[in-house]
């Protein structure tokens, strides 16, 4: 399995933005690549993912119109823009890969997204 880094957490004020990172230490063979976060105390959620052959993209509705999935195939990237961010956006973000029945069975360490509102 491909090694995946999340990068490009920080902090940010309410209302503004982050492009966060997934790379891939070689080339993504898996059926899609989702985004999850967890917030202190919470369990993890899912964001949104998208679909490695095709493109698509699917995303969770407290995200969508906000967030927006993208991908460089050639660099084995995938980003997650995050735009108006509210402070319950805070939480830890993580990439995961999944295989065709939609298991995520290979996860990123995690980068840590603070909104101070």
């Known amino acids: 399995q491909v090694q995946l880094v999340e990068s490009g957490g920080g902090l940010v004020q309410a209302g503004g933005s982050l492009r966060l990172s997934c790379a891939a230490s070689?080339?993504?063979?898996?059926?899609?690549l989702g985004w999850f976060r967890q917030a202190p105390g919470k369990e993890r959620e899912f964001v949104g993912h998208?679909?490695?052959?095709?493109?698509?993209?699917y995303y969770a509705y407290f995200v969508k119109g906000r967030f927006t999935i993208s991908r460089v195939n050639a660099k084995n990237t995938v980003f997650l823009q995050m735009n108006s961010l509210k402070a319950e956006d805070t939480a830890v973000y993580y990439c995961?890969?999944?295989?065709?029945?939609?298991?995520?069975?290979?996860w990123g360490q995690g980068t840590q997204v603070t909104v101070s509102s």
């Open positions: 070689g080339r993504i063979s898996s059926y899609q």
């Open positions: 998208i679909n490695w052959r095709d493109g698509r993209t």
């Open positions: 995961a890969t999944a295989d065709i029945l939609g298991r995520y069975n290979n």
